[in-house]
């Protein structure tokens, strides 16, 4: 059969990246097309047409070339240049592993410089320390990696919660900063995330994780689109990094985040998250240092509607209670708040069964109950703590106005499903086992007075500050508020060393003829601290029966 290519065809195949058709035309070969076609015209203008096709005229006389080209040769080739094709094209990758989905996404220059280079060093000698850290993700990685996506924000901030807290949403450091995204009370309520007795928005991850980026994104617009500077900001506080670069560009320096004078730590936090991208986007055995995450959802937000025991929610969705609370660090105590949020993060194949088991428990079955016969000398006080609520909830749940209470009336309190142990997650139990007794030491009270610091006492009792620190749930430069209850454990408790007072607790029963006068003269304190310690009002009379918590100085009874 025989085919016509015009010239702008040939054109068209010659500037064709797929095939080589045109390539493999010589140009003997076009030579001789020509000569073809001029034989062509020649014979059509002589009336010599019989062994041509009065189409090859009209089409020769307008600028077309016949060409033959064997159909089955073209179709040869065709398929030859295909196979290439198909050859070259790769066959996409899925990507299985979170840790990829960000290496694959990893933008950030990485500066050739000793910072960087130091942080990087040390993570690399540290690989145990990185699995531990990476494994720690497993829950969060693929939510955090999808809520940056959305945003179009960098992927190298699905690494800032190893600098931050070593991805642990119970995380606690100095300046009361809490949870995986390290955030201080006040830039937490500024970025919507509720803190309360029950509640703190800053270790639950899905709120954070918005809050955090939130932040970052505020950070980003206000340094005009320098990442280094918003991150730098996001450290130490964006009016700290903007005096820096204010006093640079006062001195006419340069005002990148290298040259910027700004606290040792902070130096050092942009090229820790720096290095840990140089090390994903490069290192070649990155299993080394990044533990293994599936590419898919392993949690899903259910919303709850109103306030549950952590334990009857966790026999609902079949799993243990410190796993459930695991995965919703927000939620300090044994129940969920019951202002909210009513939400909790569970595994995904935990949600369907875990639904179905909510819709059938009654709302007044989510919470265990027990009927409290108010004796003298109870208060609302003493009773939140001894049920482990607040006043608010007792007040709220009973129509109490005020703070009185009559003996012989009954209160419904709400209290825990099971025992206080069983919640090892929630706030008291953590603290608690940070102040399990260390071997051979004994515990003691200290009661915040004014002016009060943790050097002052770590230098009073003779141990470190950090521990101080860490047996009370804090940090070292977290303030002391008047009224504190600390504990405090030490190797020996002297009596002969009178510059070194040592307080105790003590419970007082309140006895007939009893005034706070008098006890406070028996225990050699004031009256105004013995108030405070138990939240009196003094134009009230005490009851026999009550119970009284005295801070004495065994160094002076």
């Not at 932040?215 to 903007?242: C, I, P």
């Not at 102040?435 to 004994?442: D, I, L, V």
Request: hydrophobic share 40%.
């Amino acid at each position: 059969m025989k085919r016509l290519l015009s010239l702008p065809l040939l054109l068209v195949l010659n500037g064709c990246a797929t095939t080589s058709i045109w390539n493999d035309i010589t140009e003997q070969q076009q030579t001789e097309e020509h000569l073809i076609a001029n034989k062509i015209v020649q014979k059509c203008e002589q009336g010599d047409t019989s062994d041509i096709d009065s189409q090859d005229c009209e089409q020769a006389h307008s600028g077309v070339i016949p060409v033959n080209h064997p159909s089955e040769e073209v179709d040869i080739e065709l398929q030859a240049n295909q196979a290439v094709i198909e050859e070259a094209i790769e066959e996409p990758v899925e990507i299985t592993d979170v840790w990829e989905r960000v290496r694959d996404q990893l933008h950030f220059a990485i500066p050739d410089n000793r910072r960087v280079a130091n942080q990087r060093n040390w993570y690399l000698e540290h690989p145990t320390y990185m699995q531990r850290v990476t494994k720690r993700a497993t829950p969060f990685l693929y939510m955090i990696v999808d809520e940056i996506e959305k945003r179009d924000m960098p992927l190298e901030l699905a690494l800032l919660p190893i600098v931050e807290s070593a991805f642990d949403p119970f995380a606690y450091s100095h300046g009361r900063a809490a949870g995986m995204w390290q955030f201080i009370p006040a830039t937490g309520k500024r970025f919507g995330l509720k803190q309360g007795w029950w509640y703190d928005g800053r270790r639950d991850v899905v709120a954070a994780t918005q809050g955090a980026l939130d932040y970052l994104t505020y950070l980003y617009k206000m340094f005009d689109g320098n990442w280094l500077h918003a991150l730098a900001a996001y450290n130490s506080g964006e009016g700290r990094v903007l005096r820096a670069v204010k006093h640079n560009r006062k001195k006419g320096k340069s005002t990148d985040f290298w040259h910027l004078d700004l606290p040792r730590e902070t130096r050092a936090y942009v090229p820790k998250l720096l290095a840990l991208a140089d090390i994903l986007k490069n290192t070649d055995k990155r299993e080394d240092y990044w533990y293994p995450i599936a590419n898919q959802p392993v949690t899903e937000v259910v919303d709850i509607g109103s306030q549950i025991d952590l334990a009857l929610a966790a026999e609902l969705a079949e799993m243990p209670v410190k796993e459930l609370h695991a995965l919703n660090p927000g939620y300090n105590r044994w129940a969920t708040d019951p202002d909210g949020p009513h939400r909790l993060l569970l595994p995904v194949e935990k949600v369907g069964a875990f639904s179905q088991k909510l819709a059938e428990t009654a709302d007044d079955k989510r919470l265990n109950w027990v009927r409290h016969k108010v004796r003298s000398g109870d208060s609302l006080l003493k009773l939140a703590h001894k049920y482990h609520t607040t006043v608010d909830i007792i007040r709220d749940i009973n129509k109490i106005k005020g703070n009185v209470i009559v003996a012989g009336d009954h209160l419904l309190v709400p209290v825990a499903l099971k025992s206080l142990d069983s919640y090892a997650l929630s706030q008291d139990q953590r603290i608690e086992k940070l102040q399990s007794r260390p071997h051979g030491a004994n515990k003691l009270t200290h009661y915040v007075v004014s002016g009060d610091t943790f050097w002052d006492l770590s230098r009073k009792y003779k141990v470190s500050m950090r521990n101080l620190a860490k047996w009370n749930g804090m940090a070292p430069t977290d303030p002391l508020m008047p009224g504190k209850e600390l504990v405090i454990w030490v190797n020996k408790v002297s009596a002969n060393q009178t510059d070194n007072s040592i307080m105790r607790t003590l419970t007082y029963t309140v006895r007939n003829g009893d005034s706070l006068a008098r006890i406070a003269k028996r225990f050699k304190v004031l009256v105004s601290d013995i108030t405070k310690w138990n939240q009196l009002n003094v134009k009230k009379y005490l009851q026999p029966g009550q119970k009284l918590k005295i801070f004495v100085d065994v160094t002076r009874t």
